[in-house]
T-cell receptor, first 113, second 115 residues
């Protein structure tokens, strides 16, 4: 079966708050992880990625944390804005040359003004 | 900003009919993919394509599915005899560096409805 899953299907936050979206994975062979944002009616959009030799990576307003000990991935969004409302997917890629990304089920983030 | 474009945006077909979904990847990309998303579910890998051949496919991608790059710009997904369970959003994606980058650029999808 698929190895990527999510703890919460929905998350509602107030504008300006920080958001944390979580993802659990079970395949220790995965060495590359990506967060995607999917707005309604659109395709997934790359947000940030991290390789397994890192614990943390920061982008603009976003931070991804990787805890390999407990196989946990999180996406932190600082100062969440209404435009951040979307479904967020984590995805993993296994080492060994596979082209395949395995996606989680997604967390729907709603930002309330 | 370069983008992946897909046509049609929505296609309705009868069960058993053939469907061709079209994609124009980003022009200098070399790796091409199809994913699908059944309504309310997660995105699933179908197939990857590089150097004019399939490099990897999932168990979903059975003999009813095929891909082709008929010219230098288009990348198509054909379903020979559609089934009800093929109803989904189909996303084309392309990458400049394959899994080394992992950064896929997705199109906006083609919604397939099989009646």
């Amino acid at each position: 079966g698929e190895s990527v899953g999510l703890h919460l299907p929905t998350l509602s936050v107030q504008e300006g708050d920080n958001s944390i979206i979580n993802c659990a994975y079970s395949n220790s062979a995965s060495d590359y992880f990506i967060w995607y944002k999917q707005e309604s009616g659109k395709g997934p959009q790359f947000i940030i990625d991290i390789r397994s030799n890192m614990d943390k990576r920061q982008g603009q307003r976003v931070t991804v944390l990787l805890n390999k000990t407990v196989k946990h991935l999180s996406l932190q969004i600082a100062a969440t804005q209404p435009g951040d409302s979307a479904v967020y997917f984590c995805a993993e890629n296994m080492k060994g040359g596979s082209e395949k990304l395995v996606f989680g089920k997604g967390t729907k983030l709603t930002v309330n003004p | 900003e370069p983008e992946v474009t897909q046509t049609p945006s929505h296609q309705v077909t009868q069960m058993g009919q053939e469907v061709i979904l079209r994609c124009v990847p980003i022009s200098n990309h070399l790796y091409f993919y199809w994913y699908r998303q059944i309504l309310g579910q997660k995105v699933e890998f179908l197939v990857s394509f590089y150097n004019n051949e399939i490099s990897e496919k999932s168990e979903i991608f059975d003999d009813q599915f095929s891909v082709e790059r008929p010219d230098g710009s288009n990348f198509t997904l054909k379903i020979r005899s559609t089934k009800l369970e093929d109803s989904a959003m189909y996303f084309c994606a392309s990458s400049g560096r394959g899994r080394v980058s992992g950064e896929l650029f997705f199109g906006e999808g083609s919604r397939l409805t099989v009646l």
